[in-house]
């Protein structure tokens, strides 16, 4: 990771997690998942766009049989959550009795995620859990039960590691913090 700062759009950012320092989280959590879900066929629905790096370096580290389907929502205008979900891409898979994992890249307001239990839940799985990549928890607005977490990070706008900035920043291997 550099130790310059970056500009997209309009805005300065700073290196804050490098690869490295992500790619220990995620092998914390996926041990984790390995362990829980042992002899179990979960179904990971990734939420898109932002989720695509981390549920790919997860699930190549998940060893047992799974299933990955993929959902699109938005809630993020610019560097702020909009608090107003908008349903993109929908889930089509039958999801009742199933053990389900969301694969989130941030938990920020959990708007998203409040947006999205109901409607998985009122299907019935046999569970839902969440596994997200970074967690915000001073922003939380919503009551979750967020058992799989890599990394908790302060409130801070970042970018990097499927995470954008009006849609630049996502491919960056590493985590930058608005300067």
Request: net charge negative.
């Amino acid at each position: 990771m550099g130790h310059s700062l970056i500009t997209l759009h309009d805005k300065s950012f700073r290196p804050y997690l490098s690869a490295t320092e992500i790619s220990a989280a995620i092998d914390r959590l996926a041990e984790r998942l390995n362990a829980d879900y042992a002899g179990r066929r979960p179904l990971f629905v990734v939420v898109l766009t932002g989720g695509f790096m981390f549920a790919t370096d997860l699930l190549k580290r998940f060893a047992g049989e799974c299933e990955i389907v993929f959902i699109r929502v938005a809630s993020y205008e610019g560097t702020g959550s909009t608090g107003q979900v908008q349903e993109i891409m929908g889930l089509r898979e039958d999801v009742h009795g199933r053990d389900i994992i969301l694969v989130e890249d941030i938990v920020d307001t959990g708007t998203t995620l409040n947006h999205l239990l109901p409607t998985l839940q009122a299907n019935q799985p046999a569970s839902i859990e969440i596994a997200a990549m970074f967690f915000k928890p001073a922003s939380l607005r919503y009551p979750l039960a967020l058992n799989y977490i890599a990394l908790e990070i302060p409130n801070d706008f970042v970018v990097g590691y499927g995470l954008d900035y009006d849609g630049l920043g996502r491919n960056l291997p590493d985590v930058y913090v608005a300067a």
